[in-house]
């Protein structure tokens, strides 16, 4: 059984960096046949996939974040982090960590979930 778990700071400042980190277990990152991914979903909207890292490390970002995302993972940790530049009161959501299948980014395994609010 996969188990995933999202930790960071539930507040962050206008403008800053927003930085969640995923925990895996029960599966290595680097499996192959998985995307490692980000997903959020702001209050009263549906969920927004932001983006996803490969088992080698390949990273995709959805355009309208690409400029501001960052994805990276430590595998001595079977982890994976999430940074989001320059923060807005648009990107209050409740962010997941998810485990996608790469043919058909159907998702397998889901976080708990995180609040992120503006300070």
């Known amino acids: 059984q996969v188990q995933l778990q999202e930790s960071g700071p539930g507040l962050v400042k206008p403008s800053q960096t927003l930085s969640l980190t995923c925990t895996v277990s029960?599966?290595?990152?680097?499996?192959?046949?998985?995307?490692w991914s980000w997903i959020r979903q702001p209050p009263g909207k549906g969920l927004e996939w932001i983006g996803y890292a490969t088992n080698s490390g390949y990273t995709y970002y959805t355009p309208s974040l690409k400029s501001r995302t960052s994805i990276s993972r430590d595998t001595s940790k079977n982890q994976f982090t999430l940074q989001l530049s320059s923060v807005t009161p648009e990107d209050t959501a409740v962010y997941y960590c998810?485990?996608?299948?790469?043919?058909?980014?159907?998702?397998?395994?889901w976080g708990q979930g995180t609040q992120v609010t503006q300070r």
């Open positions: 998810a485990r996608a299948r790469s043919d058909s980014r159907d998702i397998d395994y």
């Open positions: 029960g599966g290595s990152i680097t499996t192959n046949y998985y995307y």
